[in-house]
């Protein structure tokens, strides 16, 4: 059996180039969006995930300072208590320093 040749190879070759091509870049289209698409769905979810990672370290810290703050507030009401004890005993010298003071005005107001 003769085998059968083309009659213009040449040119069926050259209209299936074109085809090629265009089909080429719509697949090439297809695939670029596809891939924008799961790119842009990844971002977000990683973006999602900064956010609430964002959320609970912001929770942290506010923790952290309220934890922070109690801690010196309790330090200050000792440090008031402290200083409001001394100033007592400090009034109390004082109110017994005066007064012997004026005890001994009174007696030497007697003797003369």
């Not at 040119?11 to 090629?20: A, G, L, R, T, V």
């Not at 891939?35 to 999602?48: C, F, G, N, P, T």
């Not at 402290?82 to 107001?109: H, P």
């Amino acid at each position: 059996m003769p085998k059968s040749t083309p009659t213009h190879p040449k040119k069926e070759q050259s209209s299936i180039i074109p085809q090629i091509e265009k089909l080429l870049v719509e697949q090439t289209s297809v695939i670029l969006q596809a891939v924008d698409e799961k790119l842009s769905a990844q971002d977000k979810r990683i973006e999602e995930g900064f956010a609430a990672q964002d959320k609970r370290m912001e929770q942290q810290f506010i923790a952290q300072e309220i934890r922070i703050l109690a801690a010196v507030d309790k330090r200050l009401a000792k440090t008031e208590e402290r200083f409001a004890k001394s100033l007592d005993e400090l009034t109390k010298t004082i109110d017994k320093f005066l007064k012997r003071l004026t005890d001994i005005e009174e007696e030497f107001t007697f003797m003369k």
